[in-house]
């Protein structure tokens, strides 16, 4: 009896618990824009006495407080969270077509902007108005990730596999820019073709992120010789560039 009574008077730990992030807000108005266009419903919104902002898009929350005081969105340091998801790709897919609808392009750079997504990735980011970043995992990612840095590569090869490194995992697209402008000057000129394609093909559509002229690039791509196989090969490790047939000689 004494067993039954601690029993009932203990409330019980179930396994359905919900958690939800909260992250800061350095403007309400500027967050409201950017997950209303992606789709996301506010179910709650305050601004005074202080910041509250609760959005849901299909299954998941996500809450945003008040921002502390000197907080830069620029930075990238705010907050994140993690949404665990079963496949990565129709996620992507829906925040892509709606920034399509919505500002007329994908938002690649800068504040706010959406991460590329490799086909056979497993992740991808967004980053809001306030620097943070909500990241979706494939739930059955490998537990070891293959992110490159390869010692068996050299040259041009070794710097595109630096490249991949900081581009799809550090989301570096400055640094990816100038290691890639270095390593074609000392090696492009021994590297294969397809190797050469393959970083003009990245310098053309980073320069369009970051707002730098692609003419140099295209011209030297248009310059080059391809075969069936090294089209086939270039198709393959970049169709998701937007342009990519409009590039290639």
Known sequence: MDDLSDDLSEPAVRPNETTVPLMPCASVEETLTFYEALGFEATYKQSKPYVYLALQWSGFQLHFGSAPKGLDPAREESGGCLVMVGAVAPYHAAFVAAMRRVYGKVLSSGLPRITRYRPGASRFTLIDPSGNSIIFIQRDEPTELEYGGSKKLTGLAKALDNARILREFKND?????????????????DAPVVER?????????????????????LADLRGLELTADDRQRIESELGHLAGLQEWLP
């Open 173 to 189: 697209d400055l640094q990816t820019f100038r290691a890639l402008k270095s390593a074609v000057r000392r090696h492009g000129a």
């Open 197 to 217: 394609a393959i970083a003009l093909c990245h310098l053309v559509d980073l320069a369009t992120v970051l707002g730098e002229p692609t003419d140099p690039w």
